[in-house]
């Protein structure tokens, strides 16, 4: 393993950790700091389509600019926004902050790092290791996600107990979050050469002049229809992001942050078991099998979770969904950058990334309305279960026939 290979994964570990770390407690600390459901809501959804806006730029000119230079750009919104969250409570403020700067509200990967760091393990790694390598990739980030989740949700257990208060104990745990973004930045600068855009080989004049502004060309429209339906599977994914799940644990059961944290600790070790998985499944039946048709079931279990009548059963459905829920995701990582050239890999990858960050951030205003009725409660968790099931069968019937290097061999 080269030394830019081990930077990228001890990034990916760390941001993740942090992005577990504020997940469980986001939507408690703004409900804490006076927010209503539909504020909080909505922030999350400012929160994600910021991170449009910001990520797009940061990956279109990346390649032009430096990979490493965007990822220390990065880290430092990362770190920004958070001590914006400590410092104050205005609402507007913190709009703002959550819109430039860079906060996870899910708990999976935000902001212009994955596309970046997809693009460069992509070029030092052979093709046959490619899917293998992204579930590896993922199944640290789970992991992290999950230790993120157990230490926040317990930690703010014991601030409260040594005399805190309920909003210090949480501005702690976002303190935690600034540090990581400070770490991951001092880690990027240590980036060689290597990890940045190769040099382009010489391509035919008709190749440059189809060339967009967004650095695409053969795989313009592959990369457009992918992109539309990432947008549909993030949109559905939206109503069910790991903040608002806490948060409808803790109106719908009462779980408190110690509880909350448990759960999303086992919910995400599974995550990334399942995402590790995935690599021995592709390889036997392809990537875009493997996506579907562990996606599907995983979706019909999330219908499930709100039809519960207690905590126990509820948590049981919701991690043998989470047992399967993630295979589609190096899988769909690994199919993305197989299937165009490589010279447009940063920009696919950072196209799609944002179709999904776009699609992720219309749905959280819309749960922040429905979580204040107490009939419309549970109607994300269908919402989100059942455009995903359209999602799937619509990427089988459209990429089921298109087949990346390894699979046609």
């Not at 942050?257 to 392809?286: E, H, P």
């Not at 579907?292 to 126990?312: A, D, G, K, R, Y």
């Not at 196209?351 to 699609?359: C, D, H, L, P, Q």
């Given at each position: ?11 990916r ?183 940045e ?6 391509v ?136 165009v ?12 990334n ?11 205003v ?21 455009l995903k ?21």
């Amino acid at each position: 393993m080269s030394t830019d290979f081990k930077i990228l994964f001890s990034t990916r570990i760390i941001r993740l950790f942090a992005y577990g770390f504020l997940s469980v407690v986001l939507a408690l600390y703004l409900s804490a700091i006076g927010l209503n459901t539909f504020e909080i809501g909505l922030l999350l959804s400012l929160t994600l389509l910021g991170d449009v806006v910001v990520s797009m730029w940061i990956t279109i000119v990346a390649d032009r600019i430096g990979r490493k230079r965007m990822l220390i750009l990065g880290s430092l919104l990362m770190a920004g926004a958070g001590l914006v969250f400590i410092l104050t409570s205005n609402p507007i403020i913190l709009t703002l902050a959550a819109i430039i700067g860079i906060i996870s509200p899910s708990g999976n990967e935000i902001g212009p790092f994955l596309s970046i760091e997809q693009a460069s393990l992509t070029q030092i790694i052979p093709n046959e290791k490619r899917t293998w390598i992204f579930s590896w990739y993922n199944l640290a980030g789970s992991f992290a996600t999950a230790s993120g989740a157990l230490c926040s949700g317990w930690l703010v257990l014991i601030f409260k107990k040594l005399g805190f208060g309920e909003v210090n104990s949480f501005r702690l745990v976002l303190l935690g979050y600034v540090v990581a973004g400070i770490v991951i930045m001092l880690l990027f600068r240590k980036l060689s050469p290597n990890s940045e855009t190769p040099k382009r080989e010489h391509v035919a004049t008709d190749s440059e002049v189809l060339r967009s502004k967004f650095g695409l060309h053969r795989s313009k429209n592959i990369v457009l229809k992918l992109s539309a339906l990432f947008a549909l599977d993030a949109f559905a994914g939206g109503f069910v992001i790991q903040s608002l799940i806490a948060y409808w644990f803790h109106i719908r059961f009462g779980a408190d942050t110690g509880a909350l944290g448990t759960i999303f600790f086992g919910a995400n070790l599974l995550a990334g078991v399942s995402a590790l998985m995935a690599g021995r499944i592709a390889k036997w039946i392809g990537l875009i099998n493997t996506m579907v048709f562990t996606h599907i079931p995983s979706n019909i279990l999330l219908m499930l979770v709100p039809l519960m009548p207690n905590l126990t059963l509820a948590v049981t459905l919701l991690l043998l969904r989470f047992s399967i829920s993630q295979m589609d995701v190096p899988t769909r990582q690994s199919f993305t950058m197989a299937v165009v050239a490589p010279d447009e890999r940063t920009a696919a990858s950072g196209i799609t990334n944002t179709a999904r960050s776009i699609g992720a951030s219309l749905s959280p205003v819309l749960v922040g309305l429905f979580m204040s009725s107490t009939v419309l409660l549970s109607l994300p968790f269908f919402l989100s279960g059942g455009l995903k099931i359209v999602y799937d069968l619509a990427l089988f019937r459209m990429f089921r026939h298109i087949k990346p290097p390894e699979e046609q061999k």
